[in-house]
T-cell receptor, first 111, second 114 residues
Framework: KQEVTQIPAALSVPEGENLVLNCSFTDSAIYNLQWFRQDPGKGLTSLLLIQSSQREQTSGRLNASLDKSSGRSTLYIAASQPGDSATYLCAANSGNTPLVFGKGTRLSVIA | EPEVTQTPSHQVTQMGQEVILRCVPISNHLYFYWYRQILGQKVEFLVSFYNNEISEKSEIFDDQFSVERPDGSNFTLKIRSTKLEDSAMYFC????????????FGDGTRLSIL
């Protein structure tokens, strides 16, 4: 049974810093891994999807990497801004099956 | 860009009452999902739906829950007799159906059971 863990649970950084959020999964037989952003009381916004055959995927200041063999993914945020403050969730997809989510990392970027 | 839309955004219901949560998936998508998130906890899978039938369900999805696609556009989740512990954010998602495609989520319905 797939389990997804995210560390740290919370992170506070000053504006402008680069930061890394970590995600680990127990079953490496995944098709892809999706990173989401969730603002308080709101829905899930898909940020990046990284395929199992890819090692990384980039969108603007965000870069996600995937290492299936070690069961890890990272989300790198460059030059963080206060508007990046949110909870970041990763979810593992093993095909046309339910996503398995981590509990998220709550990010605060301080101006 | 096409979106998954959910209504209502917030539903307040007395314990024991029936509630129906509505979703309009993205039009060319084939797989539909319901997830829920209890406050402070992980997003959890409830049920997936494909080709007009349930394809997979979790142990949370017991006899009080049902899903339906009553027409070509809507996808509903019904909770027959709500309990206090059903209070949560309920998310609908859809995907095109190939394994390498992302699931797209709606903004959710916040269900509060009194």
């Amino acid at each position: 049974k797939q389990e997804v863990t995210q560390i740290p649970a919370a992170l506070s950084v000053p504006e402008g810093e680069n930061l890394v959020l970590n995600c680990s999964f127990t079953d490496s037989a995944i098709y892809n891994l999706q990173w989401f952003r969730q603002d308080p009381g709101k829905g899930l916004t898909s940020l990046l999807l990284i395929q199992s055959s890819q090692r990384e995927q980039t969108s603007g200041r965000l870069n996600a990497s995937l290492d299936k063999s070690s069961g890890r993914s990272t989300l790198y945020i460059a030059a963080s801004q206060p508007g990046d403050s949110a909870t970041y969730l990763c979810a593992a997809n093993s095909g046309n099956t339910p996503l398995v989510f981590g509990k998220g990392t709550r990010l605060s970027v301080i101006a | 860009e096409p979106e998954v839309t959910q209504t209502p955004s917030h539903q307040v219901t007395q314990m024991g009452q029936e509630v129906i949560l509505r979703c309009v998936p993205i039009s060319n998508h084939l797989y539909f999902y319901w997830y829920r998130q209890i406050l402070g906890q992980k997003v959890e899978f409830l049920v997936s739906f494909y080709n007009n039938e349930i394809s997979e369900k979790s142990e949370i999805f017991d006899d009080q829950f049902s899903v339906e696609r009553p027409d070509g556009s809507n996808f509903t989740l019904k909770i027959r007799s709500t309990k206090l512990e059903d209070s949560a954010m309920y998310f609908c998602a859809s995907s095109q159906g190939t394994p390498n495609q992302p699931q797209h989520f709606g903004d959710g319905t916040r269900l509060s059971i009194l």
